[in-house]
């Protein structure tokens, strides 16, 4: 009985300073330059129907259920999406424009697991006819989901995601 007790303490000693070294945060983005204006670029970004376009997740579940409420292109907008697996449930919501510059949103996840992320789009002027788009998001690691992060790598698990849709609106938006 008494080294099932201690047993029982290790693992939540373990537990417990996992959860002290865990990664609290994260934060994951990418950019790319594409051949058009920033006024071109921004007010396509904008629009969350466009995004259906170069979407990596739209190309892993194409027939996902999706419902848009609001006024896409303005706050408070929302695309809400339940897809495969791959894609799983969530929504998007538009929760700050700044003008040419920076579009925020808020991503619930509902499945596979809940959890609420801040994205971001930004537009740069490289020049009058290059622009450079970061995407981007972060959140929290909340425990006991933060001890998970240990052995993943959300930069690695979403970065590729990112690349990917990165390349194809530059596609959608160079042609």
């Given at each position: 009985?008494?080294?099932?007790l201690?047993?029982?303490?290790?693992?939540?000693?373990?537990?417990?300073?996992?959860?002290?070294?865990?990664?609290?945060?994260y934060?994951?983005?990418?950019?790319?330059?594409?051949?058009?204006?920033?006024?071109?670029?921004?007010?396509?970004?904008?629009?969350?129907?466009n995004?259906?376009?170069?979407?990596?997740?739209?190309?892993?579940?194409?027939?996902?259920?999706?419902?848009?409420?609001?006024?896409?292109?303005?706050v408070?907008?929302?695309?809400y999406?339940?897809?495969?697996?791959?894609?799983?449930?969530?929504?998007?919501?538009?929760?700050?424009?700044?003008?040419?510059?920076?579009?925020?949103?808020?991503?619930?996840?509902l499945?596979?697991w809940?959890?609420?992320?801040?994205?971001?789009?930004?537009t740069?002027?490289?020049?009058?006819?290059?622009?450079?788009?970061?995407w981007?998001f972060?959140?929290?690691n909340?425990?006991?989901?933060?001890?998970?992060?240990?052995?993943?790598?959300?930069d690695?698990?979403v970065?590729?995601?990112?690349?990917e849709?990165?390349?194809?609106?530059?596609?959608?938006?160079?042609?």
């Amino acid at each position: 009985m008494i080294t099932l007790l201690y047993i029982l303490a290790g693992i939540v000693l373990l537990v417990l300073i996992l959860g002290m070294i865990a990664p609290k945060t994260y934060n994951v983005s990418r950019s790319i330059e594409i051949s058009r204006p920033k006024s071109d670029v921004f007010d396509n970004l904008r629009f969350l129907k466009n995004q259906d376009a170069w979407s990596p997740w739209n190309k892993k579940d194409p027939n996902m259920e999706k419902k848009f409420t609001g006024t896409d292109g303005q706050v408070g907008a929302t695309s809400y999406w339940n897809g495969n697996k791959d894609v799983g449930e969530g929504e998007q919501e538009l929760t700050k424009i700044v003008d040419g510059e920076r579009i925020e949103s808020e991503l619930r996840f509902l499945k596979p697991w809940k959890s609420t992320s801040d994205a971001y789009l930004t537009t740069e002027e490289i020049d009058a006819s290059t622009t450079r788009v970061t995407w981007g998001f972060s959140g929290k690691n909340k425990f006991p989901m933060s001890i998970m992060m240990l052995f993943m790598n959300m930069d690695k698990m979403v970065g590729k995601d990112f690349e990917e849709g990165l390349s194809s609106l530059k596609q959608t938006l160079e042609k």
